[in-house]
Every structure is written in structure tokens, then in C-alpha cells.
């Protein structure tokens, strides 16, 4: 029943007060904190819908798990199916076979794999493994990529230095890493000329999404494999968001390079909670033999394995990449076209598949030149847009799925073009 206090208030108004009553700052997860109040009801395709009868043409994607569209119909059923059968056995299943078989074959150079649930979870245990293989302890790491928020990984730069990004996170934990700027592989090359030695790994999204979608330099990627080989160093790709939505062999196919370990998630299952760790089998097989560990009650749940093999089978059999890339391209001409025409130093760059939008003009290949940009002018607009139908994340990134169509690219154009009128003249 609706209380005095709530008459009156939109739906949203009064799930998000019922929220902050339960749930700490109304949300599950500390990312969300800065997204938009609105309630969703359903999504469907490209389109999210509001408790309050508004609609979105969604670029964020859940953070970037909904690549095939959202609830699409193969995945949603074959999991649903699946799962009528049982959710969870404690025991080995046919789906998880097909499932580690599909991805294995899907990546080309990677012999085996283990799920887990999260992109954090994947990252810990290629840590774990490299420092078993090596008998080291140092991971080196680059400015502004994510891989996840345990206390060894999350950072936040703060009036220009680097540390802890939340209150109680063990700052020590951040000790074994050695922090490099990326895309400098003089940097790299000295990195290892005073440690090599103690380095277990270099980790990195060969892809910089999360901050600016930064490529790699032609040639940096290629050449930090050949110092890990001449180090001895495993080097661990993090594709939790390249993966599958490059193409099906993600950033170390488009790039040519091939690591040791990759971590996938998000794309490899439809927008069901999955991740993964492959690899070759001299180093995956230490946690066949026990002598690694790698463990959770929910990894490859039978929700998990159908959801792959559904998502998967259907990035294999039907393609959506070349649709993407056009309706990406497409899609950044657009925005860019748009804003100049109100004299805004709009910058739109990236890959069609991911591409972030911002305003300035510098030249960007790193964290460190990515500050140079007008970040937060373009976060402001983000909130603009939003309210004028256009789903997306404050920091810039937008992300195209398999669902994004004609019928999208005109409305997001027109949503966007009305939002900058609006934006422009407050
Ligand atoms: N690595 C990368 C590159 C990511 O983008 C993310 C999540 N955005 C993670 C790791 C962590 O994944 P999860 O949120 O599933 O734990």
C-alpha cells in the first residue's frame, strides 16, 4: 500500500526509497551509484523500459554482458531448459564439457579452461596460477585498467598519486604490483631490466576499454610478449570485456598476439553471470593436479554452461560482428556529426563494438593523456542524455549489441540530437 509520504512520487521515486531502506546507498553494486535512478521493469533487444513507461535504447548493456541484445530468446531458453533438469549438482555435467569445449575451440590457442562467476574471480586465479608457475611474486600492471575490486587489484588515482581506492582495502595487498603506464614499452623493458626476476606476470586489457577505449601502439603488444618470453614472465590478457564482443578470438585475435592466460566474461554468455580463465595446459592443468586451487560452489552451474553454449553457438553460427561494426560506425559519425553541428569539441574514438565519447581533442594512448580530455563536461551531458531515452554510462563507454538495428540508429540519433539542444541551451 502507497504511504502519504510516497503520493504523488513516481514509481522509481518510491522503489529507490524503499531500496535506501534495505539496501546500502539503494544499489548492489558500488558502480551503480552513479547511474540513473530510474527502475527498469523489462528489456527486451536493444530497448530498455522504465517502471514509469519511459524507454531507453540501451548503450550500456548491462556493463556489457547483453552483446546478443537483451533476454535473447535462444539463450533465455536453452538455460530455462536446461536448468528444469536441475541448477546445481556438485557434481560434473554434459553442458560444462560442451561448454569449456566450444570456448577452447571459439579462442583457437587456448587448450583448457575453468568458469567462474565473475571477472574479479577469473582475474585472482590467473594471478594465482602465475605465481605458482613461477615461483614469483610481482605482477606488473598499467594505469587505468580495471580487473576487478579486490583489495589487490582496485585503485584509484588521487591528486596524481596512486593507491587504495576504497576505505578498508589493505593497502599491502597492492604491494606485489608494479604500477607502469601502458602502451610505453620503454617503460615495460625497464620494469624488467631492474625486477624481471620477480616478476610472475604482466596483466592487462590488451584493449584499454574501461578507460578511454584505448588501442594498443602498433607493436606494444607484440613487444611486451616478447619480453615475458625473454623474462620468463606469463602474460595474462584480461578480456572480461573484449572477449567475444571483438570477435569470437577477442583483442588477441584482432591484435595478433597470443597470451598465456586470458580472462573472459560478460559477452561469453548473453548476460548471464559467467567468467572464465583459459589457457595453455601446462599451465592450466597445476589446478587439475591439485597443486593450484581454484574453487566456488557456483562455478560452471548448469544456468552458467547452458548460457555459454547457447551464446557462443549462436556468435559461431550467426555471426553478429560485421552488424555491429556498421551499426557502431554509424552510430559515432552520427554523435560526432551531431555535435558539431552545435559547436561542441565532441571526440568520439574507439572501436565500433566499444567506443567512448568524450569532449577535447588531445592525443590519447594512455591513462595519463586520456586526463587531458573534458571528462567529467562529458559525464555531465550523460545525465542529459539519460533523461532524453539514451541508456549510458557516465565515463564515457558505449557499447553496441547484436540488437542494435536501423530503427535504433535513428532513435538514438534523434535522442541524441534533442538531448545536446537541451544541454546546450540550460
Ligand atoms: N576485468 C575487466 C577488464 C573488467 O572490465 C571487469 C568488470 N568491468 C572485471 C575484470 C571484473 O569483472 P566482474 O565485474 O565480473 O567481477
Not at 156 to 171: C, E, T
Not at 175 to 187: G, I, K, T
Request: net charge negative.
Amino acid at each position: 500500500m502507497e504511504n502519504e509520504e510516497s503520493q504523488g512520487a513516481s514509481r522509481s521515486e518510491e522503489l529507490c526509497r524503499r531500496a535506501l531502506n534495505r539496501t546500502p546507498g539503494g544499489v548492489h553494486s558500488n558502480v551503480r551509484l552513479a547511474g540513473s535512478r530510474e527502475f527498469i521493469r523489462s528489456a527486451r533487444g536493444a530497448w530498455l523500459y522504465s517502471v514509469d513507461g519511459r524507454d531507453y535504447v540501451d548503450y550500456l548493456l548491462g556493463q556489457g554482458p547483453n552483446f546478443l541484445g537483451h533476454a535473447p530468446g535462444q539463450v533465455v531458453e536453452a538455460v530455462s531448459d536446461a536448468c528444469r533438469n536441475g541448477v546445481i549438482f556438485g557434481g560434473q555435467h554434459e553442458l560444462e564439457v560442451r561448454a569449456a569445449e566450444l570456448v577452447c575451440e571459439a579462442v583457437g590457442w587456448a587448450d583448457m579452461i575453468r568458469f567462474s562467476m565473475t571477472g574479479t574471480e577469473a582475474v585472482q586465479a590467473a594471478f594465482r596460477l602465475a605465481r605458482a608457475a613461477t615461483g614469483r611474486t610481482k605482477v606488473i600492471r598499467f594505469e587505468g585498467h580495471y580487473h576487478g575490486w579486490l583489495d589487490n587489484v582496485l585503485l584509484a588515482n588521487r591528486d596524481g598519486r596512486w593507491g587504495p581506492a576504497s576505505n578498508g582495502q589493505l593497502a599491502a595487498h597492492l604491494d606485489d604490483f608494479v604500477l607502469l603506464p601502458w602502451n610505453d614499452l620503454d617503460e615495460v623493458a625497464a620494469a624488467l631490466a631492474r625486477d624481471g626476476e620477480e616478476i610472475a606476470a604482466v596483466v592487462m586489457e590488451p584493449i584499454m576499454i574501461n578507460a578511454g577505449v584505448i588501442e594498443p601502439k602498433p607493436g606494444f603488444l607484440q613487444g611486451v610478449r616478447r619480453l615475458c618470453d625473454d623474462y620468463g614472465i606469463v602474460l595474462i590478457f584480461d578480456e572480461v570485456i573484449s572477449g567475444f564482443r571483438l570477435g569470437l578470438d577477442g583483442a588477441a585475435g584482432r591484435y595478433g598476439v597470443t597470451p598465456d592466460l586470458a580472462t573472459y566474461g560478460k559477452a561469453i554468455a548473453g548476460g548471464f553471470p559467467v567468467a572464465a580463465l583459459v589457457g595453455g595446459e601446462e599451465l592450466m592443468d597445476l589446478f587439475g593436479t591439485g597443486e593450484v586451487n581454484h574453487s566456488g560452489t557456483f562455478n560452471s552451474s548448469v544456468m552458467a554452461t547452458a548460457a555459454v553454449v547457447a551464446s557462443v553457438s549462436s556468435l559461431i553460427d550467426d555471426p553478429p560482428y560485421e552488424r555491429v561494426a556498421q551499426h557502431g560506425k554509424e552510430l559515432m559519425n552520427g554523435l560526432q556529426d551531431i555535435g558539431a553541428g552545435y559547436g561542441l569539441p565532441l571526440r568520439v574514438v574507439g572501436l565500433p563494438q566499444a567506443f567512448h565519447v568524450s569532449f577535447g581533442d588531445a592525443e590519447v594512448t594512455d591513462y595519463r593523456t586520456l586526463q587531458q580530455l573534458d571528462l567529467a563536461r562529458y559525464e555531465d551531458l550523460a545525465g542529459t542524455l539519460i533523461d532524453h531515452g539514451l541508456w549510458v554510462a557516465g565515463r564515457g563507454v558505449w557499447y553496441v549489441s547484436a540488437a542494435h538495428g536501423q530503427k535504433e540508429l535513428d532513435a538514438a540519433l534523434t535522442r541524441f540530437d534533442k538531448a545536446l539542444a537541451s544541454w546546450t541551451s540550460r
